[in-house]
């Protein structure tokens, strides 16, 4: 289930704008105060996807399912529009007024960028609907982060590397499609009961 979930929100995070806004942060002040702060902002992220997920898995077993189905359906729709998007404008986007002056500054900054950039974003919609769906808040939390934390140490360090080589959207597309094969997955559980 971490691997899953691992891969997943990986997947999904890798096609968010979120690691563009990384990125930027990371060119523009120290890379080791950019990732603790994105890190901490994702580990925020992730305890209200858990949350979230554990409220929804509550309900009983057939509801629930359509729920999920419904939210996974959503979530693929947020996720292949945000990678046909045209990122052409991401290159000259602002982080903020004024450069922080300190390294706490930074991962001040790092950290209230990624929290609220990241609210109600595709991989937090994923991560609350696996934890519905598998019941273990603590293995998908875990793969989660893993993958958040993976994905933003990539565009930190990496740069945009991985988009020289393979398409955005093509990457937005993948991780769409295995989210409505849940989403069917789910809707048929709903019917069966």
């Not at 929804?56 to 077993?61: C, K």
């Not at 290159?91 to 390294?103: C, F, K, L, S």
């Not at 994923?126 to 565009?155: E, F, H, Q």
Request: net charge negative.
């Amino acid at each position: 289930m971490v691997a899953i979930t691992f891969a997943l929100v990986a997947l999904a995070e890798i096609a968010d704008t979120s690691g563009l806004v990384t990125l930027v942060l990371a060119t523009r002040f120290p890379a080791r105060w950019v990732l603790l702060g994105v890190f901490a902002g994702m580990l925020v992220h992730v305890g209200v996807a858990i949350a979230a997920g554990s409220l929804v898995s509550l309900l009983p077993q057939r509801p629930l399912e359509a729920v999920l189905a419904v939210v996974l359906l959503v979530g693929a729709v947020l996720l292949w529009r945000e990678g046909n998007e045209d990122d052409d404008d991401d290159d000259d986007d602002e982080v903020g007024g004024q450069a922080p002056r300190t390294r706490w500054g930074v991962f001040a900054t790092a950290f209230g960028v990624t929290a609220l950039s990241e609210l109600a974003d595709p991989s937090q919609i994923l991560t609350a609907a696996l934890t519905a769906r598998y019941g273990d808040p603590l293995l998908v939390a875990i793969g989660a982060l893993l993958g958040l934390w993976a994905v933003s140490a990539i565009a930190v360090y990496g740069g945009n590397r991985l988009r020289r080589y393979v398409p955005v959207v093509w990457i937005t597309r993948v991780a769409a499609a295995i989210m409505v094969v849940l989403a069917v997955i789910s809707a048929v559980d709903a019917i069966r009961g």
